[in-house]
Nanobody
Framework: QVQLVESGGGLVQAGGSLRLSCSVSGAIFGSFTMGWFRQAPEKEREFVAA????????IYGDSVKGRFTISRDNAKNTVSLQMNSLKPEDTAVYYC????????????????WGQGTQVTVSS
């Protein structure tokens, strides 16, 4: 059984930084494309970032380009999201997801999901 567990969420002031991590168990981590999504209470789920199996390909949502960086460590079965220059509109629950496909913006292509971690950015 594949499980994904996010960590690192919390409260941060606007302009600050936060680093999220996702630990994967129950599968060969290197076989998955990994992605991050987020969702605010009254908004649709939004794509944030994704990284290919070996790490050479990364894609980002337009709203986070230049501020967020996705990375992975296949030896430790983890994927991370470094978030810099945070804005109040970044406030959301952030979800880690895994896909057997190449990196994609489309959430339906992700097979496994974590429970999410709350990120709150204050003004």
């Amino acid at each position: 059984q594949v499980q994904l567990v996010e960590s690192g969420g919390g409260l941060v002031q606007a302009g600050g930084s936060l680093r999220l991590s996702c630990s994967v168990s129950g599968a060969i981590f290197g076989s998955f494309t990994m992605g991050w999504f987020r969702q605010a209470p009254e908004k649709e789920r939004e794509f944030v970032a994704a990284i290919s199996r070996g790490g050479p390909i990364t894609i980002y949502g337009d709203s986070v380009k230049g501020r967020f960086t996705i990375s992975r460590d296949n030896a430790k079965n983890t994927v991370s999201l470094q978030m810099n220059s945070l804005k109040p509109e970044d406030t959301a629950v952030y979800y880690c997801a895994a896909s057997v496909r190449i990196p994609t913006y489309y959430s339906d292509n992700y097979n496994y999901w974590g429970q999410g971690t709350q990120v709150t950015v204050s003004s």
